[in-house]
Nanobody, 115 residues
Framework: QVQLVESGGGLVQPGGSLRLSCAASGSMFSIYVMGWYRQAPGKQRELVAR???????NYADSVKGRFTISRDNAKNTVYLQMNSLKSEDTAVYYCNCEAWGADYWGQGTQVTVSS
């Protein structure tokens, strides 16, 4: 069982930045595949960014060049740096962990981009 706790969401103006953090439990964090997903009202949950145990990354086309996913294995934490935020980035953001064939999810953190 892996527990995930997100933080860092909030209200930001268009063009602004936010950094989300996700702290994971367990001693095997370095081998987990970690990701960030988001779900906007009335829409399906979608992948935003993903980082492997070797720190290779992939991003949704809609966030490439604006968002950066990273991990700190010493702190059992994955980050999502979000720059040049747009109103369409408004959603609940969820941290995801893939470990031993199972998916684990955080509780979600709201990101609202509005003037």
């Amino acid at each position: 069982q892996v527990q995930l706790v997100e933080s860092g969401g909030g209200l930001v103006q268009p063009g602004g930045s936010l950094r989300l953090s996700c702290a994971a439990s367990g001693s095997m964090f370095s081998i987990y595949v970690m990701g960030w997903y988001r779900q906007a009202p009335g829409k399906q949950r979608e992948l935003v960014a993903r980082i492997s145990h070797s720190s290779s990354t992939n991003y949704a086309d809609s966030v490439k060049g604006r968002f950066t996913i990273s991990r700190d294995n010493a702190k059992n934490t994955v980050y999502l740096q979000m720059n040049s935020l747009k109103s369409e980035d408004t959603a609940v953001y969820y941290c995801n962990c893939e470990a031993w064939g199972a998916d684990y999810w955080g509780q979600g953190t709201q990101v609202t981009v509005s003037s």
